[in-house]
């Protein structure tokens, strides 16, 4: 009676003991089908020990062990309900990962690209940045402020393996005031639809970012120098540039990628003396009598790692129908931009150039009240060194110490017969400091040196902070 007890309750703590590394032993599933194969696996591994249970006890049917049977069976039932709540956890992990691994894809920033990470289902990621601005010398009109500029939610899902939707959703200066830009906002930056079809050419339709220089893509606060995006990449072209457009992207080759849309054109009546950027219509009940095209490549040979080089060119009529100066022109607007990078260890280098012209600029300054620039142009280069690996061995910390110079003007060419605005022809000596305690999270100080071809402009100083999720 006894040996049967043992053999019984050791053939118990064995189907238990095997049941419990099935639930711990499982290597995270990959794909919907998976899961369900690890299901139906362990589903037939719990009914083989429970038929072996039911003849162990019809065999030997000693009073002990009847007795003990239905405790081993509980145990068993409630190893069973551990593994169904193991496989909830799973089903869970496949929409939203418990370690996100950050790396930019198909021209988005590393937290607006979780989503092509995920398995299938809904993907959440974000960023946040703050800042203190102080204005140095003659601060005319600024005074120093200090600001929440933006909170943003990305958020994802997948439908199938090659259908998502991917959405940036925008929160400006901490509220929305009383519906003035100037105290808030709430925007959505992207909305679009990515059908992948082949690594040469998929579809994207929707709002989307124009694949324009560094910033417009990838403008979440780690992975850009300063407390300020380049003015370059804000004034010359503008950020966040978005449109309602269709387009490709793709590889033409492991190193050489493009993307290109047709997209809804500016709305000229917006321009200004500084620049084009209050034309872009942003998807809300944007101009569209007037198209544009727009087309990027960027080139990132094997031979020569961390090294990128590129360009991209917008070409459209901003005219929209409507009359300048008692007549309707296209207005036919052209920005062109080249860009490279080259990052190797602590090194990070980046260099831009942009050129714009804008065509019967003349009528709109007429119909404006002000010079508006039949040309445009804007550059500037930067360069950032991780210091802390040369102090500490294998830090995940980031410490760099950075200088951006730049140079612009949004008035290069007066149409003839108005005269040149040469405030604003100006260039900016950048020097500040980047800290990341961890990868996610940065504390950036900087002192920008403004100087205009005449007039004054604020110097300013720079402390805050940004995260991505």
Same mark, same amino acid.
């Given at each position: 009676m006894n040996t049967c007890r043992i053999a019984q309750s050791g053939l118990g703590i064995t189907m238990l003991l095997a049941v419990s590394a099935s639930a711990w032993s499982l290597e995270k599933p990959k794909s919907m089908e998976d899961m369900w194969k690890i299901i139906q696996a362990q589903q037939q591994e719990i009914e083989a020990m429970k038929a072996q249970m039911s003849k162990a006890q019809v065999s030997d049917q000693p009073p002990p062990v009847a007795e003990s049977a239905p405790s081993s069976v509980k145990t068993l039932e409630r190893k069973t309900d551990v593994l169904s709540q193991e496989v909830e956890k799973l089903r869970t992990n496949l929409a939203i990962p418990e370690e996100a691994k950050y *790396?930019?894809? $198909?021209?988005? &920033?590393? +937290?607006? #690209? *979780? %989503? $092509? #990470?995920? &398995? *299938? @289902?809904? #993907? %959440? @990621?974000? $960023? @946040?940045?703050? #800042? $203190?601005? +102080?204005?140095? &010398? =003659? *601060?005319? =009109?600024n005074v120093d402020n200090a600001d929440l500029e933006r909170i943003v939610l990305y958020a994802g899902y997948k439908f199938t393996d090659n259908i998502l939707f991917n959405s940036e959703i925008e929160f400006e200066h901490a509220t929305t005031g009383e519906g003035e830009e100037e105290k808030g906002e709430v925007s959505v930056e992207f909305a679009a639809l990515d059908f992948f079809i082949d690594p040469m050419a998929n579809i994207r339709a929707g709002l989307v970012l124009m694949p324009m220089g560094f910033i417009n893509q990838i403008h979440e606060p780690p992975f850009y120098f300063g407390n300020n995006r380049p003015e370059v990449e804000r004034r010359i072209i503008p950020s966040t540039w978005r449109e309602v457009g269709v387009g490709l992207f793709g590889q033409i080759t492991p190193e050489l990628t493009y993307t290109t849309y047709v997209v809804n054109g500016l709305n000229a009546e917006e321009f200004s003396s500084e620049g084009i950027k209050e034309g872009r219509g942003g998807g809300s009940s944007a101009k569209a009598e007037n198209f544009a095209y727009v087309a990027r490549m960027d080139y990132t040979p094997e031979a020569l790692p961390g090294v990128s080089v590129g360009g991209s060119a917008y070409v459209g009529n901003s005219g929209q129908n409507q009359t300048f100066a008692g007549q309707k022109p296209d207005v036919f607007v052209q920005l062109y931009e080249g860009h490279a990078q080259w990052k190797y260890r602590g090194l990070e280098w980046r260099a831009l150039g942009s050129w714009g012209h804008i065509n019967n600029a003349d009528l709109l300054s007429a119909a404006k009240g002000e010079t508006i620039g039949s040309e445009n142009y804007g550059w500037y280069t930067e360069v950032g060194y991780d210091i802390l690996p040369l102090i500490f061995n294998d830090t995940a910390q980031y410490f760099a110490p950075f200088f951006r110079y730049e140079q612009f003007d949004t008035i290069a060419s007066a149409p003839d017969g108005f005269l040149d605005n040469e405030n604003m022809d100006r260039h900016i000596y950048q020097f500040g400091l980047q800290y990341k305690p961890i990868p996610n999270v940065v504390i950036k100080a900087d002192y920008r040196n403004i100087g205009a071809k005449k007039g004054s402009v604020p110097d300013d100083f720079n402390l805050g902070f940004g995260f991505i999720f």
């Open positions: *790396k930019s894809m $198909y021209g988005l &920033g590393p +937290a607006a #690209s *979780k %989503i $092509y #990470s995920v &398995g *299938k @289902g809904l #993907s %959440i @990621g974000g $960023y @946040g940045e703050a #800042s $203190y601005q +102080a204005n140095v &010398g =003659d *601060k005319a =009109d």
